[in-house]
Structure formats: structure tokens, C-alpha cells
């Protein structure tokens, strides 16, 4: 069943909470919901910030820090990682979405001193010398659609122009936000289990069937 504003932004509320309950987060910007000509609607950072800089060519480390002084997330969380969220609906159905996890390239200040985090759930995971900051954005996006090239959802690993990989639908906030816990905040995640309790939903299948016979991404409902 399709997924509503009402209802993402609702799954924005939940995340607010589980963070804020949790600890999870050193800083927090509130969405915005932002109506647009011929019924769209934009569920995006505090005030709708231009973001399309971070589409460009600069360095990652650029990237960041610019997104850093403009306040551009949803969470800044306590290792510095920059998490954001942004949905465009049109007529109450998904159009087009950026989901965006940057994580902190200026990581020696942990690294150099693990002893003072090693206690710290959150921090478990980057605390070693040979973790490498990659960036992560799941992107969903029908205008530019071209079968095996450009999948209208796919998730985009690093900088790389032409990296694309299918996946299934387009991504919930929730399952986005699961994904980040588990997988870069593996103890923390473990270690408030009992706190990190959501339902998940889902927008329906968007991937070809042509699409679903190379390496792709499945969310299993």
C-alpha cells in the first residue's frame, strides 16, 4: 500500500523520538513540509535549504564540511555523521526521494584515542584506524528512469557518477533509519534493542522485472 506525506512524516516523528530517547544524536534539525505547484508536496530539511550542491563534483570532504556549516540534516549524530531526508510527493504518491547517510571523514580525534570511547556503544564501530568513510544515499527518482541504468530507486555507494544499484522500492524513513543503525551502529544498535522498537512499511515494487535478474536490492515485506 502507498506510503503518504502524512504518514512519512509521521515515520519522521518516531525516529525523533527513538533518537531523543535513546540519545542517539549530538544535533537536530525539524522537517519542513513545503507545498509546490501542481500538488506537490516536499517533506525536507528545516526550511527547505537548496541541497543540490551536494550532487556536484567537490570532494567528500567538502561535501561534508559545507553541509555541516549550513546545517544541512535531519541528525547530526554523536560521531559527527550527517543523516538526511528528503521526499517529494506528487499528489500524494512518491516522486522523488533523497536519503542521504555522510559519515564523518575527520575521524582522528577518535582514532587516536580509542581508550576514551571504547565504553561508548555508539562510537564502537569507528574507533578503528582502517574504517573508511563512504557515503551512502538511496535515491528514488521516476523522471529519470532508464531501465538498468538509472533505476527510479537505487542506492548510490561513495562519489561514484555512475553508481547505481537497483533496489526493490522506494525507501520509508524507517527502513532507511534501520539500515543505518545496523549496519554502522551495530552495538548501539544491539545495545538498545529493548528501545529500538518501530513498525516498518513499505511503498510498493518499483523495480523492472528485467532489473530483478541482476544484483539488486530486495526489501522482503
Known sequence: M???????VNEIRTIDELFFKNSLI???NSYSLKDHPENKTEICISSCKDISFTLSSMSYKDLYDE??????????MLDGAIIQLNYL??????YKHRLAYLP????EAYQQEPEIYLEQPMYAEIIEPSIVPVPIRFDYDETA??????????????????????TSAPVSPIVFIDFILRSFYNTA??????GIRYPRRFFDQTITEGETKFLHMNMIR
Not at 502507498?2 to 512519512?8: A, D, V, W
Not at 553541509?67 to 547530526?76: A, E, P, Q, V
Not at 528512469?145 to 537497483?166: D, M, V, W
Request: positive net charge.
Open 2 to 8: 502507498p506510503l503518504t506525506p502524512s504518514e512519512i
Open 26 to 28: 549530538d544535533k537536530y
Open 67 to 76: 553541509s555541516y556549516k549550513r546545517n544541512l540534516y535531519n541528525y547530526l
Open 89 to 94: 510527493f506528487n499528489k500524494n504518491k512518491i
Open 104 to 107: 564523518n571523514p575527520n575521524m
Open 145 to 166: 528512469f532508464e531501465e538498468f541504468n538509472h533505476p527510479k530507486s537505487h542506492l548510490t555507494l561513495g562519489q561514484y557518477k555512475n553508481c547505481r544499484i537497483a
Open 189 to 194: 544498535y544491539k545495545s538498545y534493542n529493548e
